[in-house]
């Protein structure tokens, strides 16, 4: 007996043990799927009281919003859906008011509609994104039910909107008020940890000295940056101290997209000079880059690096900073017997530290300020911040402008082809169909693989159709009191609910959860019809399935022609905006296509035919070169001005160095000129002849700038220096062999696999 009594004694603090375990893993999932269904409760009930027309569409709308666990990320959903009904909404008004009696005209019209919507939808990301995908849809839901009869076109939108709104309205406060999950911890911890990791993988990266790191370790650092934004989208709904500190966090994302481009430079440097430069030359480089990784710490992976660490960090950055144009001039004469073109990365390194320093720094400032209690001053106008978003999403518009096109064309082509069917065959159920092609086609349009995600939608709908008919035709007749009808629903929508709260089966419980709502369509009095249950089902699986194979079928993401539209869109940011765009805040917008355009291939569906490593490879040089473009116009700019006022405060030259001579050496307009027009030719064409021509007005322009005599460094010395840096540093992605950007892809590249 003392035996077992201590067998059980020993047993029951490992079970307690386990038990803890598990729900501190499984306690959020239950806590959201118990909220999900209050809320769907909650709308339900208040639809009803109101004698709304179809609860079911609020319980629909809760679902879908509180498929994220965070509340400021439901309220920030539940918004973006409410302005895409209300904009749907108004769309299927004028469809209905211009097309009542002209059926293949409306149908044309729908489909036009909802791929302009999927198109607009491309360039957005996170919420807003969604918003233009409900206004697709939402135009859809409130015009095909009522197509046939015209006058209750009204009364069906004003149902709809009021239905979604109370909806969005139960979810969003259920979430902010019960048991709330705030995102602004996660937002936090998320920015900590994409931090931790850029200083980790810099160590990692430039360590390595012979050796070139693939484009995956970069790749993620933006991808998971990119969550980080995502979450901070959320968070502004929540906490008004993340909307006045948004303009910092953006600053942070511009410097931290800068840094990972400058440590892709910095390798490229190190790699080539382990392989081409004289040993002096490469203990020049290392020594260089080791000074840099002194000052940035290094983590082990279960470790975060605190905010006391960064502000140490940019005191560091800004002594090593100080110290660097004495240690570069040091080197560099320290190698004057070695020819230049071995001195020339000591010097390209050297300048690109320069610029890597200003933008880690820039990170480090941004980041404290977005967790000091002070708040910054607020940067810009409101009309400024419009014009800056305005310009960004142009730019961005421009980088995925082929991407947009496919997918806006494949949700016209689906939306029209059941269109037609419903048309021609009279079909009672083609109006839910062609709802069910316009969800699916345009809420999946821009996930990473659409193929799986629309066929995983369909897998959902069916066994939310499976169980609704044994909700509907056995249960649903036995229920005589609310809280049954409540507590039944529920137990379905929880199971859903729950399945969604996992990565890789997110979308099968979104799937059954939205469509078990919809299909059992809870109304206002409820109808007892198992043949239209029936169609219903079907109508919604076809719809789905046709967007689905839409996806398969219609220009799929794959094949040399892709990969071509690609390479012409990277092409496009250097010829024209690196080239020739505006210069306010040019920098930001061309850096947020590129980032754009490295995400969209990332996150591409894994093929045989699409050349990941060589699009990224363009990616790369293309922001490396276009980086430098930029800022070359930007330093002869403000030269230029410094030029201006001096001689306005009449004084013919400006110092320098301690000589008197001009920022800018003659010709230098003419010389820029030609340099910009040679690399965009190069990019454009990409033949021997014109990478040959950008290679020899990188040279000429830097014959023009020649290296300082002394190490004095002031304002205009160091813009000529870092000019020279920008120069050095294309000529060597000029001559860059190991990326592939300057040849043609061999023949029958596209069939093998991607490393």
Request: proline letters at 5%; one cysteine or more; glycine letters at 8%.
């Amino acid at each position: 007996m003392t035996l077992q009594a201590d067998t059980a004694t020993a047993t029951l603090p490992r079970w307690r043990s386990e038990l803890s375990t598990y729900w501190s893993d499984d306690g959020p999932r239950f806590r959201h799927i118990a909220k999900v269904a209050i809320a769907m409760t909650l709308a339900m009930w208040l639809c009803m009281r109101l004698e709304l027309r179809t609860p079911a569409t609020a319980m629909v709308s809760c679902v879908i919003v509180m498929m994220h666990q965070q509340s400021g990320m439901v309220i920030a959903r539940g918004f973006y859906r409410g302005l895409g009904i209300v904009g749907g909404s108004f769309a299927g008004l004028v469809l209905i008011a211009l097309f009542a009696q002209q059926p293949w005209l409306f149908l044309t019209a729908l489909a036009a509609w909802i791929g302009a919507c999927v198109f607009g939808a491309a360039y957005y990301r996170n919420f807003q994104s969604y918003g233009f995908v409900l206004t697709g849809y939402g135009t859809a839901i409130t015009a095909i039910p009522v197509w046939s009869n015209p006058y209750a076109v009204y009364d069906n939108v004003v149902f709809t909107v009021s239905e979604v709104v109370i909806g969005v309205v139960c979810a969003s406060v259920v979430s902010a008020v019960l048991l709330p999950r705030p995102v602004v911890p996660e937002l936090y911890a998320s920015s900590r940890k994409s931090f931790t990791n850029l200083l980790n993988a810099m160590h990692a990266v430039l360590e390595r000295a012979a050796t070139l790191a693939g484009f995956d370790t970069f790749v993620a650092l933006i991808r998971e940056r990119v969550g980080v934004e995502s979450l901070r989208s959320g968070a502004v709904f929540e906490d008004p101290l993340i909307r006045l500190r948004n303009p910092i966090y953006m600053d942070f994302d511009r410097g931290f997209l800068d840094t990972v481009g400058w440590i892709h430079a910095l390798q490229q440097l190190q790699a080539r000079a382990a392989a081409q430069a004289h040993p002096r030359a490469l203990a020049a480089v290392q020594e260089l880059l080791g000074g840099l990784l002194a000052v940035v710490p290094n983590h082990a992976p279960a470790e975060l690096v605190t905010i006391e660490q960064v502000k140490a960090t940019a005191s560091r950055l800004d002594a090593f900073e100080t110290a660097l144009p004495a240690q570069l001039g040091r080197l560099l004469q320290s190698l004057a017997d070695l020819p230049p073109h071995e001195r020339q990365f000591v010097a390209a390194t050297g300048g690109a530290l320069f610029f890597s320093i200003d933008d880690l720094r820039r990170m480090c400032d941004s980041y404290v300020a977005a967790r000091s209690i002070v708040l910054a001053p607020w940067p810009q106008s409101v009309l400024g911040a419009l014009a800056r978003l305005g310009r960004a999403r142009t730019t961005r518009a421009n980088a995925n402008r082929i991407a947009a096109t496919i997918a806006g064309a494949r949700a016209a082509v689906a939306v029209l082809l059941v269109g037609a069917a419903w048309m021609a065959s009279g079909w009672v159920g083609g109006a839910t169909a062609i709802v069910a092609v316009a969800i699916t086609s345009a809420l999946f349009a821009l996930a990473p693989n659409p193929i799986v995600a629309s066929w995983q939608i369909f897998g959902g709908c069916l066994g939310g159709w499976i169980a609704g008919f044994g909700f509907n035709f056995f249960v649903l007749p036995r229920i005589d009191t609310f809280e049954l009808l409540a507590a039944s629903m529920a137990i379905f929508v929880m199971v859903g609910s729950y399945v969604n709260t996992f990565a890789k089966t997110a979308i099968l419980g979104l799937g059954f959860s939205l469509y078990f709502c919809f299909i059992v369509g809870i109304t206002n009095p409820t109808v007892y019809n198992p043949s239209g249950y029936l169609d219903t089902g079907f109508a919604l699986l076809c719809g789905i399935a046709v967007a689905a194979v839409a996806f398969s079928v219609l220009v799929p993401r794959a094949g040399e022609w892709i990969n071509a539209k690609y390479i012409g869109q990277i092409r496009a940011l250097i010829a024209e905006d690196a080239r020739d765009g505006e210069l306010d805040d040019l920098l930001y917008r061309f850096e947020a296509g590129v980032r754009d355009f490295m995400l969209e291939v990332a996150q591409a569906p894994v093929d045989r035919h699409l050349d990941r490593e060589r699009l990224m490879a363009w990616a790369f040089a293309a922001l490396e070169i276009g980086r430098a473009m930029i800022l070359m116009r930007m330093h002869t700019e403000q030269l230029a001005g410094r030029l201006r006022q001096a001689r306005g405060e009449g004084h013919g030259e400006a110092e320098s160095g301690g000589e008197n001579r001009p920022p800018l050496p003659p010709g230098w307009r003419a010389a820029q000129q030609a340099w910009l027009a040679a690399l965009a030719e190069a990019f454009v064409v990409a033949t021997p002849q014109a990478v040959d021509n950008a290679r020899t007005a990188t040279r000429r322009a830097l014959d023009l700038l020649p290296p300082e005599p002394g190490i004095a460094v002031d304002a205009n010395t160091l813009a000529r220096y870092r000019m020279r840096a920008l120069l050095h540093l294309t000529e060597l992605t000029l001559t860059d062999d190991t990326l592939s950007v300057w040849r043609p892809a061999p023949l029958g590249h596209t069939k093998r696999a991607p490393a």
